[in-house]
């Protein structure tokens, strides 16, 4: 078969190549393009800052769904399903390909040459680099198992270099945007630590960031080399202390993948996207709470319920629980930060770590059968210590939860001995929706953070200074009235003043205290 207009070949071979035995595929690639377009033009092969993934320019061996019609009402013309969605979680023969292309770990041996005036780089230790007729050649092989997964890029770099317990880091940047790199730097030693302290050996003696041009706006992790564009991180202003630090964050997201895709990667099935970009989002809030705290990383959460409850009213398919995810962002990305820190605040941050640093070890470099999110669901139920706490796993992993935690009002009152006794009336409701949107109301019975605050929680420089006192209470459906007693007198209070829920609205949550 040859389909000219997609690119798509199958060939037969005359003697078929055994079980086990080696071959050899050669191919040359030109990429270029020819006068001028009115739109698409190719911003991967640029004059400085060239960064091609090995899709672009290499075969791609086996069925790739890339290929495959998507728009709706064309699937629906041609009798097919209107969408195309992934395996299931029940089929296990889906377990036999991974997420992020099929192909099991491989070893690369990868030789990229540019302009003399550039730095060439592709993932892997470099062992030669040499100049010689106005060209740059540089050759970076793997010392440990990767994904056929990688990316080339070259560019006129200025480079920064730092270390991390032995391990070589490096931001390469255009010499006009240093703004940013010694946050890096930074972000990436922290990260780097606590991944190693709590999930286990770093693959690599190096890690890379790498600029490329701001045509796109994201960053993505290779083995150990992370592409990051320039509008992202390198020319973003991320001055105002007040402000989440998001180029400390997505670092940190960047280099969590080298554990949580690139040592263990996912099944192609339903769920595959949380153990890849739910883990990674988890790995840095986990940073970044080591960095600023709780009460710092409210702004973040808080952000992320938002976005996942607006996202829910455009979904067009329909919405999954988080174990079943089809590669929604609102749902491995916003959802899962809300999710994986209300659990490690429940279970316990180092029990949630040791309990994945053994599926790390158990599926590190390992090819089919790959993991699922039940693997990951299975290990979070084998830490609840009680019944609710099981309950707990189940709604936020497995079903659709959407919260409704109000303070309706707050009144304090001096007592005789000079303390304040704050009275909370909080209306309190949990749902279970199904992938329609329809909600069916369920009991609530858990233990919730309630607390009293110098100033409202999230806003301008609220800090641990500001918390008099906050700790978890039994909350059940209904309407209720929590006591507080504190020595000095609140301002705000509220329930789940830091927005570890789902909650359909998270503003209602803190109230301004009256009386006194």
Do not use: C
Request: net charge positive; proline share 4%.
């Amino acid at each position: 078969m040859d389909d000219s207009d997609l690119q798509y070949r199958i060939y037969r071979f005359a003697t078929p190549l055994a079980p086990g035995a080696h071959g050899t595929l050669t191919f040359h690639t030109t990429r270029w393009q020819r006068g001028l377009v009115a739109t698409g033009d190719d911003t991967r092969v640029v004059a400085n800052g060239t960064f091609l993934e090995n899709r672009e320019f290499a075969p791609q061996i086996g069925m790739s769904k890339d290929g495959l019609l998507e728009e709706r009402s064309k699937r629906r013309k041609y009798g097919l399903t209107p969408e195309l969605r992934p395996a299931k979680l029940e089929d296990r023969t889906a377990q036999d390909r991974n997420l992020l292309g099929n192909a099991p770990w491989v070893r690369s041996d990868i030789t990229v040459s540019t302009l003399a005036s550039q730095i060439p780089i592709a993932p892997g230790r470099k062992v030669s680099d040499a100049i010689a007729g106005g060209r740059r050649t540089a050759r970076f092989v793997s010392t440990v198992p990767i994904l056929a997964f990688f990316s080339v890029q070259s560019a006129a770099y200025a480079q920064k270099n730092g270390t991390a317990d032995g391990t070589a880091l490096t931001v390469y940047y255009d010499p006009q945007h240093a703004f940013n790199v010694d946050r890096m730097l930074d972000a990436m030693q922290r990260s780097l630590r606590y991944y190693r302290t709590n999930f286990g050996p770093y693959q690599f003696d190096y890690a890379r960031i790498l600029e490329y041009p701001g045509y796109a706006s994201y960053a993505q992790a290779f083995a150990g080399t992370i592409p990051y564009s320039e509008r992202l991180g390198f020319i973003a202003d991320n001055r105002d202390p007040a402000k989440v630090d998001y180029i400390s964050y997505i670092t940190a997201h960047e280099l969590g993948h080298q554990y949580w895709g690139h040592q263990l990667v996912s099944a192609d099935m339903q769920g595959g996207s949380m153990l890849i970009e739910t883990m990674a989002q988890y790995s840095a809030l986990m940073v970044m709470k080591h960095q600023y705290g709780d009460d710092k990383i409210r702004r973040f959460l808080k952000y992320e319920l938002d976005s996942y409850l607006r996202s829910r009213g455009s979904e067009v398919v329909e919405e999954v629980p988080l174990d079943r995810v089809e590669g929604q962002g609102y749902i491995h990305y916003r959802k899962g930060s809300l999710v994986m820190y209300l659990l490690q605040d429940r279970l316990g941050e180092a029990r949630v770590n040791a309990m994945l640093r053994g599926l790390l070890a158990r599926y590190r470099f390992k090819g089919k059968p790959y993991p699922r999110s039940l693997d990951l669901v299975d290990g979070f139920l084998s830490l609840a210590r009680t019944p609710a706490e099981r309950e707990l796993v189940l709604d936020l992993l497995d079903r659709i939860t959407v919260y409704d935690l109000k303070t309706t009002a707050a009144v304090t009152r001096r007592r005789s001995d000079g303390r304040f006794e704050t009275l909370l009336t909080i209306k309190a409701t949990k749902s279970h929706a199904n992938g329609a949107g329809v909600e069916t109301e369920a009991p609530l019975s858990d233990m919730i953070d309630v607390g009293v605050f110098d100033q409202r929680p999230g806003l301008g420089s609220f800090a641990t200074k500001d918390v008099i006192l906050k700790e978890r209470r039994p909350i059940r459906s209904g309407e209720q009235v929590i006591r507080i007693v504190t020595t000095r007198k609140p301002a705000f209070a509220g329930v789940d003043p830091y927005n570890f829920y789902v909650d359909r609205n998270g503003d209602d949550n803190v109230a301004a205290v009256t009386g006194g």
